[in-house]
Antibody
Framework: EVQLLESGGGLVQPGESLRLTCEAS????????LSWVRQAPGKGLEWVAA????????HYADSVKGRFTVSRDNSKNTLFLQMNSLRAEDTAVYYC????????????WGQGILVTVST | EKVMTQSPATLSASPGERTTLSCRAS??????VAWYQHKPGQGPRLLIY???SRATGVPARFSGSGSGTEFTLTISSLQSEDFAVYYC?????????FGQGTKVEIK
């Protein structure tokens, strides 16, 4: 059974940093790209960042480019999102999502983790 | 960036009704559209990919159609467990983008 478990969320002040972790199990982690997708309160889904199985292909949404860094440790089946210079508009539930075997849509998602940026 | 626009924002329907949700792309995305169902406290669930292919385990009452810029998700007979928010997503090009969602609520 595929499982994606996010952790590392919490309350931080504007300008601070936070690192999210997604621990994966139930599939060949090193063979699949993964993404972070977020949902701000009362809003829809927003794709944030994607990391291919290797470092060859990494993509970011313009809204986080230069502030967020996605990385992975294939030896530990773990995906990370380093979030720096956080803003109030980064407040959201952050989901880890597994790319399908065929194209850039997502066949499995985690339950999500809440990040709140506020004074 | 390819903007995905869903309509309506909210749809009120009764169990057993046939329901159609719409998604329009600002530019052609060919058939690179997926649909997801999202319930509170859960991660989204993949329903449809490639505009019309049902994901594994998705009931046959869910169907998708369209290509280019116009797409629809149809639920042939609403069940109680289908009341949720539905999102379309284009994966034709980066950045990946989602529609703003359609909430299907009980009438």
């Amino acid at each position: 059974e595929v499982q994606l478990l996010e952790s590392g969320g919490g309350l931080v002040q504007p300008g601070e940093s936070l690192r999210l972790t997604c621990e994966a199990s139930g599939f060949a982690f090193s063979n699949f790209a993964l993404s972070w997708v977020r949902q701000a309160p009362g809003k829809g889904l927003e794709w944030v960042a994607a990391h291919s199985p290797s470092v060859l292909s990494i993509h970011y949404a313009d809204s986080v480019k230069g502030r967020f860094t996605v990385s992975r440790d294939n030896s530990k089946n773990t995906l990370f999102l380093q979030m720096n210079s956080l803003r109030a508009e980064d407040t959201a539930v952050y989901y880890c999502a597994k790319r399908s075997p065929v194209e850039e849509f997502f066949d499995y998602w985690g339950q999500g983790i809440l990040v709140t940026v506020s004074t | 960036e390819k903007v995905m626009t869903q309509s309506p924002a909210t749809l009120s329907a009764s169990p057993g009704e046939r329901t159609t949700l719409s998604c329009r792309a600002s530019q052609s995305v060919s058939s690179y559209v997926a649909w997801y169902q999202h319930k509170p406290g859960q991660g989204p669930r993949l329903l449809i990919y490639a505009a019309s292919s049902r994901a594994t385990g998705v009931p046959a009452r869910f169907s998708g159609s369209g290509s280019g810029t116009e797409f629809t998700l149809t639920i042939s007979s609403l069940q109680s467990e289908d009341f949720a928010v539905y999102y379309c997503q284009q994966y034709n090009s980066w950045p990946l983008t989602f529609g703003q969602g359609t909430k299907v609520e009980i009438k």
